[in-house]
Antibody, heavy 117, light 108 residues
Framework: QVQLVQSGAEVKKPGSSVKVSCKAS????????FSWVRQAPGQGLEWMGR????????NYAQNFQGRVTIIADVSTSTAYMELSSLTSDDTAVYYC??????????WGQGTLVTVSS | EIALTQSPGTLSLSPGESAIISCRAS???????LAWYQQKPGQAPSLLIY???SRATGIPDRFSGSGSGTDFTLTISRLEPADFAVYYC?????????FGQGTKVEIK
């Protein structure tokens, strides 16, 4: 299994960018894909995109195309999500997560990103 | 992108009853790659079911998934107090994954 530890809470100004990290330990980093999912206050889950560390490619949800970048650093077993042009609508808890399989889907603890002037 | 629509939005039930949650996809879900998650307040979601009907490790058999194509169902038998939570379906068969909007199972 794998443990995912995310970076801490962030407060950002509108128009700026945020970069959140997700460090994996306990299992082979390359054997997973890492998705980023966000949850606005009181709302549901929204899939943003994912990265395949083994091949270094990423897919992005249409709602975030052009505004999000998801990468993986195999040397440090860390996935990153960077979101640009922030607005108040981007205030949410951001999670990294692995794909569903028998052993489970592993999630980070979540990172609260607050966008406020 | 494949849109997922869950129903009902809220289910009010008593402990011991069964919950049936529907998840309908806007197009066929490839190879039945449909998962179900449980989320409790202040916690990250937890995987219950993957590949339509396979239970993740440690998940009791009170939780079952079924379906194919565009119509999927999560059934929770003999509801226990810990089962009252929000449930989400997720499709991961296409290159772009999506979640349903969630179903809250609350105590009646």
């Amino acid at each position: 299994q794998v443990q995912l530890v995310q970076s801490g809470a962030e407060v950002k100004k509108p128009g700026s960018s945020v970069k959140v990290s997700c460090k994996a330990s306990g299992d082979t980093f390359n054997s997973y894909t890492f998705s980023w999912v966000r949850q606005a206050p009181g709302q549901g889950l929204e899939w943003m995109g994912r990265v395949f560390p083994r091949v270094g490619t990423s897919n992005y949800a249409q709602n975030f195309q052009g505004r999000v970048t998801i990468i993986a650093d195999v040397s440090t077993s860390t996935a990153y999500m960077e979101l640009s042009s922030l607005t108040s609508d981007d205030t949410a808890v951001y999670y990294c997560a692995t794909e569903p399989r028998y052993s489970g889907s592993y999630w980070g603890q979540g990172t609260l990103v607050t966008v406020s002037s | 992108e494949i849109a997922l629509t869950q129903s009902p939005g809220t289910l009010s039930l008593s402990p011991g009853e069964s919950a049936i949650i529907s998840c309908r996809a806007s197009q066929s879900v490839t190879s039945g790659f449909l998962a179900w998650y449980q989320q409790k307040p202040g916690q990250a979601p937890s995987l219950l079911i993957y590949r339509t009907s396979s239970r993740a490790t440690g998940i009791p058999d009170r939780f079952s998934g079924s379906g194919s194509g565009t119509d999927f169902t999560l059934t929770i038998s003999r509801l226990e107090p810990a089962d009252f939570a929000v449930y989400y379906c997720q499709q991961y068969g296409s290159s772009l994954w999506t979640f349903g909007q969630g179903t809250k199972v609350e105590i009646k």
